[in-house]
C-alpha cells in the first residue's frame, strides 16, 4: 500500500531515501559479498561504518574532541542506571522530574543515592516544564554530582526550551526524543543521551555523549557497576566491549548522513518548527480539539491535544486512519492524542493531519446541525 | 560481488532467503505501509511480530510453559551481571570457567556474592571443557544459587557434550555460540541465554529462557539491580519494559521459521554434524593444519585450527580471501585460525573452505620440493 502518515512516538517514522538505501544494501553491503547484518564488528568493513556514524555526529553537532560518543544498547531506560552507577560519586544528585521518564530515571538514581527531586510538574500531571529557579539555587550549592533533566518529555508533549544554568554541577539530559531535532550545545551538559528511535534511527541503539573528564576514573560505584554500563570501558572500547547493535548503528550513519546532506541541524530545527507551528495552530484555532500542554512548554516533537471527550478522541483516530494517519492515540498516561512530529515526519503528512482535523471538526459540526 | 564463503563467528552469516525476505519487506511490511524499523512497538502489527517468534522458538525448543521466553539487548555480556543480580539469594555460586567469556561472566559475578571456580582449564589455555567430577559433587552441597557454565566456547572451540548433573541446582548456561544448532533439553536448566549474533538473527538481541519460579520474587539483589535486568519486570512486560530491538527480534523470527522450515533442530543438529565432520576430518588428515582443542571437547560450532606458524596462518587467511573465504582468522586470545559453521553457513562452504585448506597445502608441498 501507499506510505502511511506515521505520526509514532517512536520507534517512528524514518527518512524514505534512508530505508530505500538500505534495502538496496541488505543483500550485499558494498560489494563485501555479505550483508551488514551478517559482518564481524570487527571486519575492516564494519569499522568504516561505525567510524563514518560518529565522525557524521561530531560534525552535526559540533561534539568537541574533550566528549565521547557511544552506541550502546539497553535503550535510555539501562542508562538510568547506568548514570548514577558511573557518576554518582558523592552519591547526591539532583532530578527535575517533568515526566514519568524523568520520574522513572530518579527511582532508578534513589537505589545507588541520595537522589533529590530539584523540581516536579507532577501535580499538573505533568503538563509543563516546572520553574528552574530553586534547580539553579540548590546546583549553586555545588554538592550535587549532577543535575538530571528529561528535556523533552514525550508522552506529555513538554520541552525545556531552556536549559537551567547548573554552574560547575554537570548537567545530565535525557534528550531521546529531541535528539537532532536542531542544534545543541554540546558544551552545555556532563552527559546527554538518546534512545535513538526516534530521530536517530531505529530501536536497539541508545547514543550516549559523555564529557571524558566525568568518566575517566571509572564508575562511581565499580563494586556494583555491571561492565557493560561502565562508561570508561565502553569508550576504551569504542563500543565495542562486546558485539554492539551493528545494524541499528549502521542506520544511524545513514540518518546522520541524510541530516547533513539536507542542511544540517539549523535547517532541520526551521523544519520541525514550522511543522510544529502549523500543528498548534491548528489546535489553537480549532472549537474542538485543543492542546494538553502548558503554551510555554510544548515540545516540537510530541504534539498532544484531545477533543471534548475520550470517545470523540478514538472516533478521530478512527477517521484519521481511514485517511492513512497512523500513531496519533496518546500515551496511555496522558490520554487524547499525540502526533510526534519527528525530522523524517514531512509537512506533507503534517499538512495531511491537520485537514483532517479540520474536515473531522468540520464533519460533526454539520452532524450536530 | 557473489556471495562470499562467511565463516565469522558472529555476527555471522544468515540464511538468504531470511535477507531476500527482509529486504523485500524493508520498505513496507505486509502492506502496513510502512518499514517494520518505523513501527511502534505498541502497534498490533508489531505484537504479532513478536508473539510470532516467541511461539515459533517455543515449537522449535518444545519449550515448557513454566519458562518464560525473553528478548533483551545488551548481549550476553549484560547478563553475566543480570544473572547474578537476579539469581544469588545467598549469594554464593559456581562457575565453570572453560573459556573467555565464562572468565567474564565469572568476575562479574565475584562483584555479587561468592562467586566459586569449580573447575577450570585455564591451565591449558582453555583447549577442553573441565572434567565435571567436582562440579557435580559441589553441586549436590545444596548450597549454591546456581552453577554456571559457557556451553560452547567460541573463542577456543569447545564445547559441553554432556551438561553437568547439577540435581537441584539451577544450571545457568550461556548458549550463544550452540543455541539452535540443535535440539536443547530445556528443563535440564534454570536459565539459558544467547547472543542472537551466531544462529538465531543479529546483533542487538539477546534471548532469555528461565524457568519462572527463580524470578518469580524478583531480583536476589533489588536493592542495586537496575530496573532493565530485572527479569520478573522484563517477564511481566513481555520484554517490553522499554522499547525492545523490534527489528532483531523481527529478524530473530524469520530465522526461527527458517529452521521450521527445514526440518526443525534434528535435522539442523544431523547437518551441522555433517559440516562438523568434514572439517574436523580434512584437519586430521592433513600434515599441515591441526586443531588446537583436545577431540573430545571440540565444537560443532566452532573449529579452532592452525597450520606450523603464525606467518602460514596469515599466508593461509589471504590465500582464502582470495577465493571468497572470510572470516577465519582466529580470535586474538587464541591466535591461529576458526571456522565458525553456524546452522546458515552451507555446506557448499565448508566444501569450499576444506578444497581451500587441500589446495593450499598442496601448493606448499610443491613450493618446497
Redesign the interface.
Known amino acids: ?4 502518515h ?1 505520526f ?7 527518512p ?1 531515501c534512508v ?2 538505501e ?2 538496496d544494501e ?3 553491503y558494498a ?5 551488514v ?5 570487527r ?1 575492516e568493513a564494519y569499522r568504516a561504518i561505525i567510524e563514518d556514524a560518529e565522525a557524521t555526529l561530531r560534525r552535526l553537532l559540533d561534539i568537541p574532541p574533550s566528549y565521547r560518543v557511544l552506541f550502546l ?6 542508562q ?3 548514570i548514577p ?1 558511573n557518576l554518582m560519586r558523592r552519591r547526591r544528585a539532583g532530578y527535575v522530574v517533568s515526566g514519568n521518564f524523568a520520574k ?1 530515571a530518579w527511582r ?1 538514581g534513589c ?2 543515592g541520595d537522589a533529590e527531586v530539584l523540581a516536579s510538574s507532577e501535580a499538573s500531571n505533568f503538563d509543563r516544564i516546572p520553574e528552574l529557579g530553586a534547580v539553579e539555587n540548590r546546583a549553586a550549592s555545588g554538592d550535587l554530582d549532577y543535575v538530571y533533566i528529561c528535556q523533552n518529555n514525550t508522552i506529555f508533549g513538554t520541552q525545556f526550551h531552556t536549559l537551567p544554568d547548573c554552574t560547575d554541577t554537570p548537567l545530565i539530559a535525557d534528550v531521546s526524543s529531541c535528539f537532532l531535532s536542531g542544534p545543541l550545545d554540546i558544551e552545555r551538559y556532563g552527559l546527554l543521551f538518546a ?1 535513538a ?1 526516534k530521530n536517530a534511527g ?4 541508545t547514543v550516549v555523549i559523555v564529557r571524558e573528564d566525568l568518566i575517566a576514573n571509572g564508575p562511581a560505584r565499580a ?2 557497576c ?4 561502565d562508561l570508561r570501558v565502553q569508550a576504551e572500547k569504542g563500543s565495542m ?8 548503528i549502521y ?1 544511524c550513519g545513514k540518518v546522520f548522513r541524510w541530516i547533513e546532506q539536507t542542511d544540517g541541524l539549523v535547517a532541520m530545527a526551521q523544519r520541525n518548527r514550522a511543522k510544529a507551528d502549523l500543528l498548534y495552530r491548528t489546535i489553537d484555532d480549532s472549537d474542538l480539539f485543543q492542546g494538553t500542554a502548558d503554551p510555554k512548554s510544548r515540545s516540537m516533537s510530541n504534539v498532544t491535544f484531545r477533543t471534548c471527550d475520550a470517545e470523540t478522541d478514538e472516533a478521530f483516530i478512527a477517521y484519521a486512519r481511514e485517511r ?1 494517519i ?2 496519533i492515540k496518546g500515551h496511555r498516561m496522558a490520554g487524547g492524542l499525540r502526533a510526534s512530529i519527528y525530522n523524517a515526519v514531512t509537512m506533507d503528512s503534517v499538512g495531511a493531519l491537520t485537514a483532517c482535523m479540520r474536515e473531522f471538526e468540520a464533519s460533526r459540526g454539520s452532524r450536530s446541525m
Do not use: C, W
Open positions: 500500500m501507499a506510505r502511511v506515521n509514532s512516538a517512536g520507534p517512528a517514522a524514518l524514505q530505508l530505500r538500505a534495502q541488505l543483500f550485499d560489494g563485501t559479498g555479505m550483508s547484518l551478517e559482518m564481524s564488528h571486519s544498547q539497553g535503550g535510555a531506560t539501562l538510568f542506571a547506568g552507577l522513572l532508578e537505589k545507588y534512545g528511535q531505529p530501536a536497539g541503539v563494586d556494583i555491571p561492565t557493560y554500563l566491549y562486546n558485539t554492539p547493535n551493528t545494524f541499528g542506520l492513512g497512523e500513531g
